[in-house]
């Protein structure tokens, strides 16, 4: 080490930008391949799709814009992988939008596009569907309306779940239970007792997402079931007697020991610690793999009350016209009957057209996985989640950290009462102003 | 060094010079007799060290087990503390599942370059700042300090912004050169080069050292262990960062590590742990490769140095 003189350190230093040098060829070298979508003007032909793969599709998308480009010769697909959740695709796409080289599609969650669609960011397809001549009434009607927002609808679903009842058939059987879910949360309650008498050491009823793992998604359907909710359009209604009777149940549940919150209930379920959870449909496939027990799946309690999630696919405002057409040439064909039926086979995510559970690959499908036609069946009874947790700025994790504070015995009342005016100030500071009057 | 010395010379007979064991001994000696107590805090203190080193090892342990578990065993009650049967197939699901040696090289590549040119950098700033004299020296130093209350989530839009208009999204140079900024190691090593004994600088300049022969033979020797530790954090943020090269790769042409493995994690359902695990076991082993061998350095950058003889 002491030996090295002025010249040798100069060489180590030419080395060292040596390095730095070969480096910049080698990313030279990808940029003609890669850089060409990007630009704001974009290149024709080329489109730019921008997923989180969900529920690890990534082969599966692949799949599918290889039928897209053999399909329609002079386009092509580039799939990016911009993010592991949906949260992170929004980001990246934040990014892009202040500093440019926007995407031709972009995956949206049902509590992301809003923002997107209220700041004018991501394009109404209505129009370019109408040219391209698009059946839009074969779209699962809940699904699509989702993306509503005056008279305008701006994605198309794409990667879409519900909730589901999943129960241990097992200590079912032990709790002489028939084997059925729940008909209503008072059904429930009274099957409780039964349940937690033939629950071993160390195993719990049931067991629910905590507040920071969408807590506020399943609840929902609680609220729904006493007739409360958590907004009328725009109105926010978490001090109606409803849904404070429904937060009182929860509260209830959670006193005596019934249910028990969790960050990933789907692990203590397939390890046979909980009797029960209310899960997303799209854990189906790994529950199935993971657990050593049967497992049994049954609509969540209460009719008609299941609340809808998961993504659809938009378009960026900003972009020319021929690249909205081509891209949206592309979100039509990845959510056509047969792409939605590969894709939902393999993920465990909901068809999103009618017509797929016709296609013959569905029904042979449906017969051999029971448990993904319960799925499916409710998709007839779900419901258009409430704004004031979709819509609003924040207003998933703003009411998740209310419900927690429920669950641990805080007063019912009070806690909805400051949701009310939480979300009421949100609505009149961020976006009322935005609304078209 | 002198300490042991001085018990040596006091112990022995003055016309023997001790041997160098002999020395070693003493010293042994010398320190187990001043560390010398009750057996209860012995005892208290081997439970401490077995309680950090349990909180520190089991995590670790766990990861490295459940890589090798099958899937239906991974969450299970009571919990396998030994894979059985083990299985190698999580590693295989690695490198095939995702393009694992394409991220692996990437990582190498932005973490290799990234970090060469902060080490480099920040070493010659740290030496103009504080062995050199011109003037603006600082102001230059506060705009450095400036640089380093800016947190780096702060500037990542306009970054974003300024790259992608150069074209250079999904490419090494827009991934690695927003990265190459280094105001921690300026400050950090500047504070160092400033502690070493100005005597010493003085005579070397007197003995006719120029400004690089005085960084590289003089400075650097007695700053190792400094360096090292810098290098090494320095290595294993690069190797960790994921912010920066998620916003700019859009494949596995350039995505490192942390970026790829995220493919594995289901993120609607649930994730099959056990190639996470695997992934992360092999993602782990280059770092600790090489914190393996630096921890040789620093204890040779101890004991060595201008200080020598």
Same mark, same amino acid.
């Given at each position: 080490?002491?030996?090295?003189?002025?010249?040798?350190?100069?060489?180590?230093?030419?080395?060292?930008?040596?390095?730095?040098?070969?480096?910049?060829?080698?990313?030279?070298?990808?940029?003609? #391949?890669?850089?060409?979508?990007?630009?704001?003007?974009?290149?024709?032909?080329?489109?730019?799709?921008?997923?989180?793969?969900?529920?690890?599709?990534?082969?599966?998308?692949?799949?599918?814009? @290889?039928?897209?480009?053999?399909?329609?010769?002079?386009?092509?697909?580039?799939?990016?992988?911009?993010?592991?959740?949906?949260?992170?695709?929004?980001?990246?796409?934040?990014?892009?939008?202040?500093?440019?080289?926007?995407?031709?599609?972009?995956?949206?969650?049902?509590?992301? /596009?809003?923002?997107?669609?209220?700041?004018?960011?991501?394009?109404?397809?209505?129009?370019?569907?109408?040219?391209?001549?698009?059946?839009?009434?074969?779209?699962?009607?809940?699904?699509?309306?989702?993306?509503?927002?005056?008279?305008?609808?701006?994605?198309?679903?794409?990667?879409?779940?519900?909730?589901? $009842?999943?129960?241990?058939?097992?200590?079912?059987? @032990?709790?002489?239970?028939?084997?059925?879910?729940?008909?209503?949360?008072? &059904?429930?309650?009274?099957?409780?007792?039964?349940?937690?008498? #033939?629950?071993?050491?160390?195993? !719990?009823?049931? %067991?629910?997402?905590?507040?920071?793992?969408?807590?506020?998604?399943?609840?929902?359907?609680?609220?729904?079931? $006493?007739?409360?909710?958590?907004?009328?359009?725009?109105?926010?209604?978490?001090?109606?007697?409803?849904?404070?009777?429904?937060?009182?149940?929860?509260?209830?549940?959670?006193?005596?020991?019934?249910?028990? $919150?969790?960050?990933?209930? +789907? #692990? *203590?379920?397939?390890?046979?610690?909980?009797?029960?959870?209310?899960?997303?449909?799209?854990?189906?496939?790994?529950?199935?793999?993971? #657990?050593?027990?049967?497992?049994?799946?049954?609509?969540?309690?209460?009719?008609?009350?299941?609340?809808?999630?998961?993504?659809?696919?938009?378009?960026?405002?900003?972009?020319?016209? %021929?690249?909205?057409?081509?891209?949206?040439?592309?979100?039509?064909?990845?959510?056509?009957?047969?792409?939605?039926?590969?894709?939902?086979?393999?993920?465990?995510?909901?068809?999103?057209?009618?017509?797929?559970?016709?296609?013959?690959? +569905?029904?042979?499908?449906?017969?051999?996985?029971?448990?993904?036609?319960?799925?499916?069946?409710?998709?007839?009874?779900?419901?258009?989640? *409430?704004?004031?947790?979709?819509?609003?700025?924040?207003?998933?994790?703003?009411?998740?950290?209310?419900?927690?504070?429920?669950?641990?015995?805080?007063?019912?009342?009070?806690?909805?009462?400051?949701?009310?005016?939480?979300?009421?100030?949100?609505?009149?500071?961020? !976006?009322?102003?935005?609304?078209?009057? | 060094?002198?300490?042991?010395?001085?018990?040596?010379?006091? *112990? &022995?007979?003055?016309?023997?010079?001790?041997?160098?064991?002999?020395?070693?001994? *003493?010293?042994?000696?010398?320190?187990?007799?001043?560390?010398?107590?009750?057996?209860?805090?012995?005892?208290?203190?081997?439970?401490?060290?077995?309680?950090?080193?349990?909180?520190?090892?089991?995590?670790?342990?766990?990861?490295?087990?459940?890589?090798?578990?099958?899937?239906?065993?991974?969450?299970?009650?009571?919990? =396998?503390?030994?894979?059985?049967?083990?299985?190698?197939?999580?590693?295989?699901?690695?490198?095939?599942?995702?393009?694992?040696?394409?991220?692996?090289?990437?990582?190498?590549?932005?973490?290799?370059?990234?970090?060469?040119?902060?080490?480099?950098?920040?070493?010659?700033?740290?030496?103009?700042?504080?062995?050199?004299?011109?003037?603006?020296?600082?102001?230059?130093?506060?705009?450095?300090?400036?640089?380093?209350? !800016?947190?780096?989530?702060?500037?990542?839009?306009?970054?974003?912004?300024?790259?992608?208009?150069?074209?250079?999204?999904?490419?090494?140079?827009?991934?690695?050169?927003?990265?190459?900024?280094?105001?921690?190691?300026?400050?950090?090593?500047?504070?160092?080069?400033?502690?070493?004994?100005? +005597?010493?600088?003085?005579?070397?300049?007197?003995?006719?050292?120029?400004?690089?022969?005085?960084?590289?033979?003089?400075?650097?020797?007695?700053?190792?262990?400094?360096?090292?530790?810098?290098?090494?954090?320095?290595?294993?943020?690069?190797?960790?960062?994921?912010?920066?090269?998620?916003?700019?790769?859009?494949?596995?042409?350039?995505?490192?590590?942390?970026?790829?493995?995220?493919?594995?994690?289901?993120?609607?359902?649930?994730?099959? /742990?056990?190639?996470?695990?695997?992934?992360?076991?092999?993602?782990?082993?280059?770092?600790?490769?090489?914190?393996?061998?630096?921890?040789? =350095?620093?204890?040779?950058?101890?004991?060595?140095?201008?200080?020598?003889?």
């Amino acid at each position: 080490m002491n030996d090295v003189t002025r010249r040798g350190f100069l060489g180590g230093l030419a080395g060292v930008a040596g390095v730095a040098g070969l480096a910049a060829c080698a990313g030279g070298s990808t940029a003609p #391949a890669s850089g060409g979508g990007g630009g704001q003007a974009g290149t024709a032909g080329q489109i730019e799709f921008w997923s989180n793969h969900p529920g690890t599709s990534k082969p599966v998308e692949q799949a599918i814009i @290889k039928k897209f480009e053999a399909a329609n010769t002079g386009l092509k697909v580039k799939l990016v992988d911009a993010g592991q959740n949906y949260e992170e695709v929004a980001q990246k796409f934040n990014a892009a939008l202040a500093g440019g080289q926007l995407p031709d599609v972009v995956v949206a969650s049902d509590v992301t /596009w809003f923002n997107f669609a209220l700041n004018k960011q991501i394009t109404p397809i209505d129009d370019l569907l109408a040219t391209a001549k698009v059946d839009t009434s074969d779209y699962v009607d809940a699904l699509f309306n989702d993306y509503n927002f005056s008279d305008k609808h701006y994605a198309l679903p794409y990667a879409r779940s519900t909730p589901l $009842f999943y129960y241990n058939k097992d200590l079912w059987k @032990k709790a002489g239970l028939e084997d059925r879910g729940p008909k209503d949360w008072d &059904e429930f309650k009274a099957w409780a007792p039964k349940i937690k008498a #033939a629950l071993g050491n160390g195993q !719990v009823a049931l %067991e629910m997402a905590d507040g920071s793992n969408y807590l506020d998604w399943y609840f929902q359907n609680m609220a729904w079931t $006493f007739g409360g909710g958590y907004s009328k359009e725009w109105t926010p209604t978490f001090s109606d007697p409803n849904t404070i009777k429904a937060g009182q149940f929860l509260q209830g549940l959670a006193k005596d020991g019934t249910v028990k $919150f969790n960050k990933s209930p +789907e #692990a *203590d379920f397939s390890a046979g610690l909980a009797a029960c959870i209310m899960q997303s449909t799209g854990s189906l496939g790994g529950i199935t793999k993971d #657990a050593k027990f049967d497992v049994g799946t049954a609509f969540l309690p209460g009719d008609g009350n299941c609340p809808t999630g998961g993504a659809g696919v938009a378009i960026p405002m900003n972009i020319s016209d %021929e690249r909205k057409a081509n891209a949206l040439k592309f979100i039509a064909f990845l959510t056509n009957a047969e792409n939605t039926v590969t894709f939902t086979q393999a993920t465990g995510y909901m068809p999103v057209r009618k017509s797929a559970v016709d296609l013959p690959a +569905e029904k042979a499908f449906l017969e051999k996985n029971p448990n993904a036609k319960t799925a499916i069946d409710q998709l007839a009874k779900t419901r258009s989640q *409430d704004n004031a947790r979709v819509l609003l700025p924040g207003g998933g994790a703003r009411i998740g950290k209310g419900l927690d504070q429920v669950a641990q015995g805080q007063d019912v009342a009070t806690v909805f009462k400051g949701l009310d005016q939480q979300s009421q100030q949100v609505f009149d500071s961020q !976006v009322k102003s935005k609304l078209p009057s | 060094m002198s300490a042991p010395a001085i018990v040596g010379t006091i *112990d &022995e007979p003055p016309t023997a010079p001790p041997s160098r064991r002999e020395r070693r001994a *003493d010293q042994n000696r010398s320190e187990s007799s001043s560390h010398n107590r009750g057996p209860l805090m012995t005892t208290a203190g081997y439970v401490g060290m077995t309680v950090a080193l349990l909180i520190v090892a089991v995590p670790l342990f766990w990861i490295i087990i459940t890589s090798f578990k099958e899937r239906g065993d991974i969450y299970v009650r009571p919990a =396998q503390w030994w894979p059985n049967p083990a299985t190698t197939e999580n590693y295989h699901d690695v490198t095939t599942r995702i393009p694992f040696s394409n991220y692996f090289r990437n990582s190498l590549i932005i973490t290799g370059v990234t970090s060469t040119v902060k080490i480099v950098l920040g070493v010659i700033s740290a030496y103009a700042l504080s062995l050199l004299r011109f003037p603006g020296r600082g102001i230059v130093f506060l705009v450095v300090i400036a640089a380093l209350m !800016v947190p780096n989530q702060i500037t990542v839009i306009s970054n974003y912004a300024l790259v992608a208009q150069l074209g250079w999204r999904n490419t090494y140079q827009g991934i690695i050169i927003p990265l190459a900024g280094v105001a921690f190691g300026t400050f950090l090593m500047r504070n160092q080069f400033l502690s070493l004994p100005g +005597e010493i600088i003085e005579a070397a300049r007197l003995d006719g050292a120029g400004p690089l022969k005085l960084l590289w033979k003089v400075v650097l020797p007695m700053s190792w262990p400094t360096l090292v530790a810098f290098s090494l954090i320095t290595v294993v943020n690069e190797w960790n960062e994921y912010l920066w090269p998620f916003l700019m790769s859009d494949d596995e042409r350039v995505a490192p590590l942390p970026v790829g493995l995220t493919q594995l994690q289901n993120n609607d359902g649930v994730t099959n /742990w056990g190639p996470v695990m695997a992934g992360t076991v092999l993602a782990m082993v280059p770092i600790l490769v090489l914190f393996l061998v630096l921890q040789r =350095q620093m204890i040779k950058g101890l004991t060595a140095g201008a200080l020598k003889g």
